[in-house]
């Protein structure tokens, strides 16, 4: 063998073993567990921290306001869709609790627009009682109903 | 969120036309992407006209050889180093290295690059350089001598058989290098043209494309460096050797030409979905990219100067010959870098929701500015300093004369 | 004569001897001082994690849209933000909604509908302004929300290099934010728009389906916080009849986004017009 290509195939060998060491020492443990990728990812993003704890978990703690909620026509909504991450409140209540911020918030959902289906019951805003606050006459928990709060019943949401 | 990627963003938005998914808004890749398959091309290309020399013995190539391989290792040691700036986490880099994703493009160039820079070129020139290694050792002393001797990898054997043995096999390894050569520029097209999300890109001949513009943009660089080096050697130009890359140029110039036609007609031919989208891109976002750069001046002008060269062989004096080389091959390099620039950019300024466009304002300085492409665009010529100085391609270094 | 033996012999060679070469590697790799010294540098690049009791292989989770019900409210884009710490620039997104509004035609034409007109501000969250076009003049208008489909054949997965986004075996698809090299190459590759390159952490981020909630028994929160139930989602591995997902699946005629680029979506889409891509 001449020694041009002895000296090529060394060379060649010791970049390949470099190679498949440098591979044992940086390839991750668990790569390669359920596929081509790092096994321990799965752990790790499912381990990322949770903001909203769920309808389920207010329900523990808050019986009456969901059962309200479930009997009237607000009952598809989850409680954090009003309230807000709720989670920290949810390990801790004394952890301030979400609130819905102002009747802003009822717009969301109601307010015309032309795009929502026609069916979802929406209100247009400069029409439907402007100057009162949703929840003068329509119990959040409850829409159909008036609020408990006497105060508050100005008038009473009858369906058409 | 850095405040000047935010307000920069902030201002794209502004100015999006029609309906783009949101996360489109931005650009995921920039300038620097544009320098990648750039410099690949150049070194594909410079590779091929230095095969035509040493396997299809294009004799008139001759002086251009030895440059045509040092120019190949310049741009080919930057080559990666757009993609490394590029990342975002550039410390990671090794796990292309260690665990490559065999389905993915841009993990096998990785394995395609180390094929290319060591089985390729490095081959090819220690082959072609051990006996000059062998005597340059001799000539010198201390670290310089030691670096030789390094790099002939203790093989100084330069008798006759060993050396014609070395010449057989640099041909072998030009022989494998020229489908290697077509692999890393193919390679690089099919990065672009494996993304089926995105029409403008998703093409099979995109890698043909991207082959044929390698070759003409390698040889146009070679043909400017060569014009460029004799000047400065005071040298005269070798009018055949200039005419012999003219005729290749020209002749790669009409296949990049006709390949690039090919794929607009089977566009409008086909006319699917996209096509309306990326005539409305073609003709307005990169009408100037495009139509004026890419087309009229990179293709349309050059093709009419080498054509005027060819034809008009005798009639034309050897000066405006000379000048006119120069104006084309200049023009061609920044032809194929509008096509780079039409290809990376292009594919991104406009939305898969195929609806609407985003515009692309290149940052100045930054990881991904435009000070940072203009940089890597001088480091190659940097390189090619450094190497031509030391490997000599013109034998003008004394080497005593050999004792054996 | 001589080259071509040459050749043959360095091929044979290679061959021969590179088999070995990997064994000898691996065998020093595994060592006991190789391990340690392994640990420490791998310890370096990846993080510790807690595993949970839960089981990869016993769920295969689905998602479907009911566009129908969709009420371009935005609180799920907003709440995908707000539990997912997604930067809260408009351009990045996991999840947004996208209103559709098409025209009639121009009554002198034969055409059957006129142009279409999409838009979503900051990704609906906020909700929606009024349709710029007047009632009369509309054929129809509808919200769509948008989201990783989670493709059986991720063209983001296919071209990630290094194996940092994959399909997890319950029927996510992830990405490693810790391997990631952030090149952005399935950005480019996802035909939805629905990756991003994070210009914080450097990394390509998507829906994740809200993994950490889904395997913690939760629902996504754009589906927890969906007052419509236009988000359908549940467990195919769940046998209960009444398993949403698989309900939904049987009684709708469901699709999925750009069906012609093979990617297999696995969020299924009822009520879809051919305007939607």
Same mark, same amino acid.
């Given at each position: ?14 970049? @390949? ?28 993003? =499912? ?8 309808? =389920? ?29 709720? =989670?920290? %409140?949810?390990?801790?209540? =004394? ?42 006459? %329509?119990?959040? %928990? ?15 949401? @009858?369906?058409? | ?19 783009? #998914? ?23 290309? +410079?590779?091929?006209? +230095? ?13 251009? #050889? ?79 001598? *030691? ?36 692999? *890393? ?66 002749? +790669? ?42 087309? *009229? ?28 080389? *120069? ?78 | ?53 839960? !089981? ?33 620039? &408009? ?13 009639? &035609? ?22 929606? &302004? ?45 990405? !490693? ?101």
């Amino acid at each position: 063998m001449p020694p041009q290509i002895t000296r090529l195939v060394y060379l060649t060998l010791a970049i @390949v073993a470099v190679y498949f060491l440098a591979r044992g020492f940086l390839v991750p443990a668990s790569f390669g567990q359920y596929g081509w990728y790092r096994g321990n990812a799965l752990k790790e993003i =499912a381990a990322l921290p949770i903001r909203y704890a769920g309808r =389920a978990a207010c329900a523990e703690c808050h019986e009456e306001a969901a059962e309200r909620l479930a009997k009237g026509s607000h009952q598809g909504l989850s409680c954090e869709a009003c309230h807000g991450p709720g =989670a920290a %409140h949810a390990e801790d209540p =004394a952890e301030a609790a979400p609130k819905p911020e102002n009747s802003r918030f009822c717009l969301r959902c109601h307010e015309f627009n032309l795009s929502r289906p026609a069916k979802f019951p929406q209100v247009e805003a400069d029409d439907h009682f402007p100057d009162q606050k949703c929840a003068e006459c %329509h119990a959040p %928990h409850s829409p159909m109903q008036a609020p408990e709060d006497a105060s508050k019943r100005n008038a009473k949401p @009858v369906k058409k | 969120m850095p405040p000047e990627l935010r307000e920069s963003l902030l201002e794209a938005l502004q100015h999006v036309q029609g309906y783009i #998914y949101p996360n489109d808004v931005s650009l995921g890749w920039s300038v620097v992407i544009v320098v990648y398959p750039y410099i690949t091309g150049l070194v594909a290309g +410079a590779f091929i006209l +230095a095969s035509l020399v040493r396997v299809f013995h294009v004799k008139a190539l001759e002086p251009t #050889y030895r440059l045509s391989l040092l120019t190949a290792l310049a741009f080919l040691i930057v080559a990666p180093l757009p993609l490394l700036v590029h990342l975002g986490h550039p410390e990671r880099c090794y796990e292309v290295m260690m665990t490559p994703h065999a389905t993915s493009p841009m993990a096998i160039f990785g394995f395609v690059y180390a094929w290319y820079l060591m089985a390729v070129l490095l081959l090819e020139l220690w082959f072609d350089y051990r006996r000059s290694f062998v005597e340059w050792a001799k000539a010198s002393a201390g670290f310089k001598r *030691l670096l030789y001797r390094v790099l002939t990898l203790g093989v100084e054997d330069v008798s006759p058989a060993a050396i014609q043995l070395d010449e057989k096999l640099g041909r072998f390894i030009t022989v494998i290098g020229i489908p290697s050569a077509f692999l *890393l520029h193919g390679y690089v097209g099919f990065i672009f043209g494996s993304v089926k999300a995105n029409p403008w890109w998703g093409t099979v001949l995109m890698p043909i494309i991207f082959i044929f513009s390698a070759m003409v943009s390698g040889i146009a660089l070679l043909m400017f460096l060569y014009l460029v080096i004799s000047r400065l050697r005071r040298v005269p130009v070798d009018m055949g050797c200039l005419r012999a890359i003219g005729t290749f140029l020209l002749s +790669a110039l009409v296949l990049d030409a006709a390949v690039e036609t090919l794929d607009w007609i089977h566009r409008l031919y086909e006319a699917e979905e996209s096509l309306e989208v990326l005539v409305l891109l073609a003709s307005g976002k990169l009408f100037f990219s495009f139509f004026l750069v890419q087309v *009229l001046l990179g293709t349309i002008a050059p093709l009419a100067m080498l054509g005027a060269t060819q034809v008009f062989k005798e009639r034309i004096s050897l000066r405006l010959q000379k000048s006119l080389y *120069l104006v084309s091959s200049l023009l061609i390099l920044i032809g194929v870098f509008a096509m780079r620039w039409n290809v990376v950019i292009g594919g991104q300024l406009f939305s898969k929701s195929l609806r609407g466009f985003t515009t692309y304002k290149i940052a100045l300085v930054g990881q991904e500015g435009l000070l940072m492409a203009v940089v890597l665009m001088i480091l190659p010529f940097l390189l090619l300093i450094g190497l031509v100085k030391f490997f000599d391609p013109w034998n003008t270094r004394e080497t005593p004369p050999a004792t054996t | 004569m001589f080259g071509f033996f040459a050749r043959a012999a360095v091929g044979a060679w290679a061959v021969s001897v590179l088999r070995p070469v990997k064994a000898v590697a691996q065998k020093v790799a595994q060592s006991p001082v190789a391990r340690s010294a392994r640990e420490a540098i791998q310890k370096a690049f990846v993080t510790a994690q807690t595993p949970t009791g839960y !089981d990869v292989h016993a769920h295969h989770w689905a998602m479907a849209i009911d566009v129908e019900r969709c009420i371009g409210c935005g609180l799920c884009a907003e709440a995908c933000k707000g539990e997912n710490h997604v930067l809260k620039e &408009p351009f990045y997104f996991r999840t947004w909604i996208e209103r559709y509004i098409i025209r009639k &035609p121009d009554p002198r034409s034969f055409e059957l509908r006129g142009e279409t007109l999409v838009d979503s501000p900051n990704g609906g969250i906020g909700g929606f &302004p009024p349709s710029p076009v007047r009632k009369e003049n509309i054929l129809r208008t509808f919200f769509v929300p948008k989201l990783c489909n989670q493709c059986e054949h991720s063209p983001c997965i296919q071209a990630c290099p290094v194996g940092a986004t994959f399909d997890s075996p319950d029927g996510a698809v992830l990405i !490693d934010k810790e391997y990631c090299i952030g090149c952005g190459f399935c950005v480019q590759a996802c035909p939805y728009g629905c990756r991003f390159l994070n210009p914080v952490t450097k990394t390509a981020e998507k829906c994740t389906l809200c993994y950490h909630r889904i395997t913690h028994g939760l629902r996504p929160a754009c589906v927890e916080v969906c007052p419509t139930g236009a988000r359908i989602f549940g467990d195919l591995k769940d046998g209960n009849e009444k398993n949403p997902v698989r309900v939904f699946i049987e009684n709708n005629k469901v699709q999925v986004l750009k069906p012609h680029l093979g990617t297999e979506p696995r969020v299924y889409y009822a009520g879809l017009d051919k305007e939607v891509r």
